[in-house]
């Protein structure tokens, strides 16, 4: 298990080096002149042409490649071209939101999910699996901005319970926190409710129809047990890869949802990076999000063995 | 061996993993601790938080024309000489005197002055930041094109001296917009002008709170105990700078929707600019008030490239003009009649320059049979015409999409592009081909003290490839700007305009499509807040 782990981690490697290289050629040959952002409309080309030299944009581009790969090297991403702050202090500043945020999506996502997938594959064809269905189908389909409109309008402007927007870290205050948290949360969830309970039931689906669950259920076992301890455990290697990938995702950056609801994390970030041309924060935001997808997809690989001990690496 | 069976058990390994998960929570929490939104208000302190146009990204507002930097600049750094409401130059940081020849500007700060750090503000601090501007700054260039030499006499005399006459210098250093001659401490205006500063100390009625800065997110300004403002009532930029709450919060909110939920919730106090089509929204609100708080607005523009066909020919320029109705772009682009005017003046109507010779075609719907019929003796050749579209700036896609319209009808063929606003200011920058990655027209936005002089507005000027997108070289233009610098009299000055405005109608240096408004909207309990195209947050008062 030892050696899988690093050899995992030393696969990581030639990865992040392709996704480098590929990111910042890409980014280059993409229009756009992060000189003209900062100067603005009445900027002459002979003042673009020198706020790009003082940028380092002028130097060719295996110079500019390899000044970027040495100072990752030390650990350092750089600086914003745009608003001449550390990378590294932007992106440890906006990821603290967003991982909480996903934090709480997945655990409301999992907490609602996984039992309904359960009960709609234990009474498949009933009145119940056809409404986790509907739900699901319904919370898949509709676009991510019109729910969260729909919980503003309901929970914020008529009810008054809840803020519209913004956001305050736990740490400050965990009442804040979650009243504006919850919203968004809420929002994203409904997505991932309707992923989770899908995949939860058909795998339950399959096992259900198993032999041992049959022998299990003529023993007498109690059907409880037969559902969450028999059934579910052997149902739960597709569920815990698509919660590990819903995680990933959502550590991504949700952009929309973070627009509607004032959140200053990563999606953001990037996006604002992108319409900027802000290459150093792209970058590394790419970087995060590629070494956040290898970390997670790991880990999920790892929790099979957890699972299913039939699993060995 | 209970023990071991229980912690084997597969409820007890579940109670293990949401433990994790609770540790993992709690931990992240932890973690998150004063990272983001460090501080708050304290207690009792009053605290005004606003939505700007856009979020604040680049810190110094000599290396860049974006109007939001300009705004931040307002707030902590101070000028020494301001516009107020009636156009007129008023002294600010300094008061002057001009020698009988008007060669010789004699500048003296005022008591008081005083840097956040504590410092004093002297001569060498002004004089140091007048030539940093002066590199970055159009209208600063043509001062000191014509001038023999600045400097310091005293440590609160400032002594500009010219090689000629320039009449309209106190109007150019006491511009409000793009780019004002903001006072630094000399130890940063001494630096590059194409490098931004990364000291931001200034001397104006705010501090900028640097720990609690957010590029594009957030920014804090708390009001500097040592400023002493004018005895004046304020007026646009001129006046005293009186401020009245303890903190202003400039927050980003990307969605227009949650803007203004958040402000009919209460949870903001003021909005910066609200579309007009989502005005409705706010009018149930019996809390808010929406307001106009700059009368002149925005002018939109449509610009060509005069070096490849089919604008290179004048008569192709004019047939284009023609065909386009400025009725029809305003009313797509803002909807509501209340919110935008027609306007053929090139400076803006409601300036001193405004002139609309030349203009009725423009302003009374356009004349697409009279386009034809110029396209014909043209001998326009089908050249397709590359018109740029941004897809991702609300004020800028509708004109386009009016304009391709109209001069297809004209005849015109029209390749329209749509590409996002940062691949826009990029391409327009190519003078290759149209066919090779150049263009032919594209339209902005202006706001009208931005153009409201031949000395400051870029489409007028004439000088070829040092000219501002669209390279025209045109030696008539630049005689009349000569002729608009050396006209020593508000009317020599007027008749000249009239002249620049009749020229430009007819050689069509770039095409005016009329003027509009964004108006403000804010919480009741805010009041004071000064008429003016940058919105400023002296004189504000916040009431509970």
Redesign the interface.
């Known amino acids: 298990m030892l050696g899988y782990i690093i050899r995992r981690i030393l696969a990581v490697i030639p990865v992040m080096t392709i996704v480098a290289v590929f990111v910042f050629l890409l980014l280059r040959l993409t229009p756009g002149d992060p000189a003209a952002i900062i100067a603005g409309d009445m900027a002459t080309p002979a003042q673009l042409d020198r706020i790009r030299d003082s940028l380092g944009l002028n130097d060719p581009l295996y110079v500019q490649f390899i000044t970027w790969v040495g100072n990752l090297l030390q650990g350092d991403l750089g600086t914003s071209i745009i608003s001449n702050t550390s990378v590294t202090g932007m992106i440890s500043e906006r990821i603290w939101p967003t991982v909480n945020i996903a934090l709480l999506t997945i655990i409301i996502s999992v907490l609602l999910a996984v039992p309904m997938g359960v009960v709609a594959a234990w009474r498949h064809k009933s009145w119940i699996d056809y409404g986790v269905m509907s739900f699901s189908v319904l919370g898949f389909s509709i676009p991510v901005f019109v729910i969260g409109y729909i919980f503003i309008q309901i929970f914020s402007n008529e009810l008054r319970w809840l803020p519209v927007q913004g956001y305050i870290p736990p740490s400050e205050s965990i009442g804040g926190f979650l009243a504006r948290a919850i919203l968004p949360c809420l929002t994203l969830a409904t997505i991932y409710v309707a992923l989770i309970a899908r995949m939860t039931r058909a795998s339950m689906l399959e096992v259900l129809g198993e032999d041992y669950i049959r022998t299990a259920r003529a023993k007498g076992v109690k059907e409880d047990i037969v559902l969450f301890r028999h059934a579910l455990r052997n149902a739960a290697v597709p569920i815990m890869t698509i919660i590990g990938t819903g995680f990933a995702l959502l550590i991504g950056g949700v952009v929309v949802t973070e627009s509607v609801f004032n959140i200053p994390g990563i999606g953001r970030l990037t996006v604002d990076a992108i319409l900027a041309r802000d290459y150093p924060v792209i970058q590394g935001m790419i970087l995060l999000t590629s070494g956040i997808y290898v970390l997670i997809n790991l880990l999920i690989d790892l929790s099979y063995t957890f699972i299913d001990p039939r699993i060995r690496y | 061996m209970m023990k071991q069976r229980a912690c084997s058990h597969?409820a007890s390994?579940a109670l293990r993993t949401r433990s994790g998960?609770a540790g993992?929570?709690a931990a992240?929490?932890?973690?998150?601790?004063?990272?983001?939104?460090p501080a708050?208000a304290q207690d009792g302190e009053t605290t005004i938080t606003a939505v700007m146009h856009s979020?604040l990204?680049?810190?110094d507002p000599i290396?860049?024309?974006?109007h939001i930097t300009r705004n931040h600049g307002y707030m902590i750094y101070d000028v020494l000489v301001a516009t107020d409401e009636n156009f007129e130059p008023q002294p600010q940081m300094a008061d002057w005197t001009i020698s009988d020849d008007n060669l010789v500007y004699t500048f003296t700060l005022r008591d008081g002055l005083t840097f956040h750090d504590g410092e004093p503000v002297t001569a060498a601090d002004a004089v140091a930041s007048l030539n940093r501007w002066g590199e970055?700054d159009?209208g600063g260039q043509l001062i000191f094109d014509v001038t023999e030499s600045l400097e310091a006499t005293d440590d609160k005399t400032i002594v500009w001296t010219l090689e000629k006459p320039f009449p309209a210098l106190l109007d150019t250093i006491g511009k409000q917009s793009?780019?004002p001659p903001f006072i630094m401490p000399e130890r940063v205006a001494s630096g590059?002008a194409?490098?931004?500063i990364?000291d931001y100390t200034g001397s104006g009625p705010f501090v900028f709170v640097e720990e609690e800065y957010?590029?594009?997110?957030?920014v804090t300004y708390e009001k500097f105990e040592d400023y002493v403002p004018r005895d004046e009532e304020p007026s646009w930029m001129a006046g005293g700078k009186d401020v009245k709450v303890d903190r202003v919060e400039w927050?980003t909110?990307?969605?227009a929707?949650?803007t203004i939920?958040?402000l009919?919730?209460g949870?903001i106090d003021y909005i910066e600019q609200v579309q007009v089509d989502l005005l409705p929204l706010l009018e149930t609100s019996q809390d808010v008030v929406v307001e106009t708080r700059d009368d002149l607005g925005y002018q939109t523009i449509g610009r060509m490239n005069f070096l490849y066909p089919p604008f290179d020919d004048v008569k192709i320029r004019q047939a284009a003009m023609m065909a386009l109705s400025q009725e029809d772009v305003l009313g797509t682009l803002i909807g509501n009649p209340e919110y935008y005017t027609t306007c053929g003046a090139i400076f803006g109507c409601g300036t001193p320059l405004a002139d609309e010779t030349g203009s009725e075609t423009l302003t009374s719907g356009g004349d697409v049979e009279g386009a034809k019929q110029l396209l014909e003796e043209a001998g326009y050749d089908n050249t397709p015409v590359v018109l740029m579209q941004p897809t991702?700036v609300v004020s800028l896609t509708a004109q386009p999409v009016v304009a391709a319209q109209a001069l297809r009808e004209a005849g015109f063929n029209v390749d329209m592009q749509a590409?996002?606003?940062?691949?826009l200011?990029?391409?327009r920058?190519s003078q290759a081909e149209p066919s090779e990655g150049g263009w032919n027209l594209f339209f902005?936005n202006?706001m009208v003290p931005?153009i409201n002089s031949p000395l400051i507005s870029?489409m007028l000027n004439g000088r070829g490839?040092?000219a501002?997108f669209g390279w025209p070289t045109d030696e008539k233009i630049e005689e009349l700007r000569a002729e608009f610098i050396a006209a020593d009299t508000p009317e020599k000055q007027k008749e000249v305009a009239a002249k620049i405005q009749a020229h430009n109608m007819e050689n069509v240096n770039y095409i005016p499509l009329g003027q509009y408004i964004m108006p403000q909207a804010r919480r009741d309990n805010i009041t004071g807040m000064i008429p003016s195209p940058v919105p400023v947050f002296w004189n504000v008062e916040k009431s509970e």
């Open positions: 597969p390994r998960v993992l929570l992240t929490f932890l973690a998150s601790a004063s990272l983001i939104h708050t979020g990204r680049v810190l290396i860049t024309t974006a970055r159009s793009a780019i590059s194409d490098e931004a990364t957010e590029p594009g997110v957030s927050v909110m990307p969605d929707q949650t939920n958040a009919i919730s949870e991702d590409m996002d606003w940062q691949t200011v990029t391409r920058a902005t202006w931005e870029p490839d040092e501002w």
